[in-house]
Nanobody, 123 residues
Framework: QVQLVESGGGLVQPGGSLRLSCAAS????????MGWYRQAPGKQRELVAA???????NYADSVKGRFTISRDNAKNTVYLQMNSLKPEDTAVYYC?????????????????WGQGTQVTVSS
């Protein structure tokens, strides 16, 4: 099993910044892509940003220029630096990762989600 644990959410005023972290643990052999999704009340979960093991990134248009995704492969951790936050960024943010896990001498693919962390942007 591979577990993802997020941290760093909270309440911030418009224009402020937050940094989310997500650490993967368990019987990890390799991690391909890691990403952040968010879900606001009454809306579908949407991709915010993703990063491959090689460092290629992809962002939702709504966060380009404001959010930066990065990862530390040695720590199996992905970060989301969020600047110039807006009220419409308010949502539960979920971490996602996929790759291969080890079980004895075998490897299996995995796809895991974190438990979510609340981000609220309000004055």
């Amino acid at each position: 099993q591979v577990q993802l644990v997020e941290s760093g959410g909270g309440l911030v005023q418009p224009g402020g910044s937050l940094r989310l972290s997500c650490a993967a643990s368990g019987s990890i052999f390799s991690i391909n892509a890691m990403g952040w999704y968010r879900q606001a009340p009454g809306k579908q979960r949407e991709l915010v940003a993703a990063i491959t093991s090689g460092g290629s990134t992809n962002y939702a248009d709504s966060v380009k220029g404001r959010f930066t995704i990065s990862r530390d492969n040695a720590k199996n951790t992905v970060y989301l630096q969020m600047n110039s936050l807006k009220p419409e960024d308010t949502a539960v943010y979920y971490c996602n990762a996929n790759g291969a896990r080890s079980s004895g001498s075998y490897h299996y693919t995995f796809g895991s989600w974190g438990q979510g962390t609340q981000v609220t942007v309000s004055s």
